[in-house]
């Protein structure tokens, strides 16, 4: 099946630990994101990938870092500079990043709580 | 940038009923305008999207409204039905643009009441 999977689904992180969150998609798209979702804040953009070996900064990328080494993997860290990364994080996927189709695929999500 | 308010923020309908979601954005070179669903604890799915060349689209009992001069758009669900519950949220952007990714409106949840 095609698609996008993150894991894992449910990820717990003690306080001053990094933490990477897994997402890989089969689908051939270009343009990957990672969207970090909050109650009441709708879908904030951290990361944006173009394409391989190349992404730029969303709107909350402080405290967050990525890599883009393959065309199907986006993987994100999560690191202690972040302050509040308790978040449910989802990672999107699109055809191409400014083409003419630019409906993004979403993964079912990672819950990350630190304790 | 562009930025994208959504209203209202919670809304509650009878099964049958019809129910009207508004968007407007603020950068006038968008124009792709998305909708998504998404269901407790997955991730959002797309049902219906609109270009800006276009100013109704339906799709069943869904339909979308864009006016370009106004910057707003609209979802409308007929007959909605108890499985329609769910947090909608509006998207903008501008696919011609240098980053061409989605800005999204803060969600509707939607409750059908049975």
């Known amino acids: 099946d095609g698609g996008i999977t993150q894991s894992p689904k449910y990820l717990f992180r003690k306080e001053g630990q990094n933490v990477t969150l897994s997402c890989e998609q089969n689908?051939?798209?270009?343009?990957m994101y990672w969207y970090r979702q909050d109650p009441g804040q709708g879908l904030r953009l951290i990361y944006y990938?173009?394409?391989?070996?190349?992404?730029q900064k969303g709107d909350i990328a402080e405290g967050y870092s990525v890599s883009r080494e393959k065309k199907e993997s986006f993987p994100l860290t999560v690191t202690s500079a972040q302050k509040n990364p308790t978040a449910f994080y989802l990672c999107?996927?699109?055809?191409?990043?400014?083409?003419?189709?630019?409906?993004?695929?979403f993964g079912q999500g990672t819950r990350l709580t630190v304790v | 940038g562009e930025n994208v308010e959504q209203h209202p923020s919670t809304l509650s309908v009878q099964e049958g009923d019809s129910a009207v979601i508004k968007c407007t954005y603020s950068d006038s070179a968008s124009n792709y305008f998305p909708w998504y669903k998404q269901e407790l604890g997955k991730g959002p799915q797309l049902i219906i999207d609109?270009?800006?060349?276009?100013g109704e689209k339906k799709d069943q009992r869904i339909a979308v409204t864009l006016n370009k001069t106004a910057k707003h758009f609209s979802l409308h669900i007929t007959e909605t039905q108890p499985e329609d519950s769910a947090v909608y949220f509006c998207a903008a952007s501008n696919y011609g643009g240098s980053q061409g990714n989605l800005i999204f409106g803060k969600g509707t949840k939607l409750s059908v009441k049975p």
């Open positions: 689908l051939n798209h270009d343009a």
């Open positions: 990938s173009q394409i391989v070996n190349d992404f």
């Open positions: 999107a996927s699109s055809l191409t990043g400014g083409g003419l189709n630019t409906e993004a695929f």
């Open positions: 609109i270009r800006s060349n276009v």
